[in-house]
């Protein structure tokens, strides 16, 4: 397995792939879904720098769930894999204490 790190202020995403049916069970087809903006830092650059050289280290961490913008990054792919590298500023947000899709389904189903 290849082993990819990012320069500088960029970050390696992993994309958390949403569930495929609503509540009412109704399946989604891939062709009517968005791509998520929710995702998974896989791994980090060192940091930003700045003119005289000092760096800054990034607020995101490898492991942190996040919220990104529809059109940020780049895609690529790694070992058949499909993955996300953008800077640390196209980054919206940290989720905290966020459950994977398939428990937010079985949560939010009543019966």
Request: charged share 35%; net charge neutral; hydrophobic share 35%.
């Amino acid at each position: 397995m290849a082993k990819f790190a990012p320069l500088h202020d960029r970050i390696l995403v992993r994309r958390v792939e949403e569930a495929s049916t609503t509540r009412g069970g109704i399946i989604i087809p891939d062709s009517a879904k968005d791509k998520p903006q929710e995702g998974e830092v896989i791994s980090t650059g060192k940091g930003r720098t700045n003119d005289e050289g000092k760096t800054f280290p990034l607020a995101v961490k490898e492991g942190d769930r996040i919220l990104f913008g529809k059109y940020s990054g780049t895609e690529i792919k790694i070992d058949g894999e499909d993955f996300i590298i953008m800077k640390e500023e196209e980054v919206l947000g940290t989720l905290t204490g966020a459950a994977t899709p398939a428990k937010k389904e079985l949560a939010g189903s009543r019966k």
